[in-house]
């Protein structure tokens, strides 16, 4: 059981179709398998598992931490349906400010592997929805921040999402400062 993986257009950021086996019994998925991830280029030593429980119609992000405390993350969609998007923060990326959208579902496992320097965030379809990070580093609340999830271009299909506090007044991307910088042979996927 290996999962086969989908390159998008940010490099380093990949979607991992994973082993979903059903029988009479229920089902078996193989969500994290580290010589898979390796086989891709994503530095991944999990430090921390989330959980994260919304509602339709609330908007996550785009959330991400500063070195030293960055990390690579991978999202999983245990129940419901959410537009999972990154946008790449890395000066000297080919990508640098461009996002990339997927619509993760708990019916289709797959992952998305998203490298450090990338901002993440979620909207939630379904009725409600409930994800799986893993992340290579601990939370660090200092080195915790974000951009504005509507200064991107990214079209979400929402024009008033439900936000935290701290989502509606983080900053947006023209004038944010990238302390991330592209290495071209990290990203080899």
């Not at 009725?127 to 601990?138: P, R």
């Not at 935290?164 to 080899?188: H, I, M, Q, T």
Request: aromatic share 8%; charged share 25%.
């Amino acid at each position: 059981m290996v999962a086969s993986a989908i390159k998008t257009r940010i490099p380093g950021c990949v979607r991992l179709q994973v082993p979903d086996m059903h029988d009479a019994r229920g089902s078996l998925t193989k969500v994290y398998q580290s010589a898979c991830f390796a086989q891709h280029g994503l530095d991944f030593g999990i430090r921390e598992m989330f959980l994260s429980s919304s509602r339709r119609g609330v908007l996550r992000g785009l959330h991400f931490q500063v070195p030293p405390a960055d990390h690579t993350k991978a999202v999983y969609c245990l129940s419901g349906t959410v537009l999972d998007v990154v946008v790449d923060l890395r000066l000297g990326s080919p990508a640098y400010g461009r996002h990339e959208i997927f619509r993760i579902d708990a019916e289709k496992p797959e992952v998305v592997c998203i490298p450090r320097g990338l901002a993440h965030g979620f909207y939630v379809e379904s009725e409600d929805a409930t994800l799986l990070y893993f992340v290579s580093s601990q939370h660090a609340p200092a080195a915790d921040r974000g951009i504005r999830w509507d200064s991107c271009g990214v079209p979400w299909g929402v024009d008033t999402p439900v936000l935290s506090e701290r989502d509606r007044n983080l900053p947006p991307l023209a004038g944010f400062e990238s302390p991330f910088r592209y290495d071209a042979k990290g990203c080899e996927s």
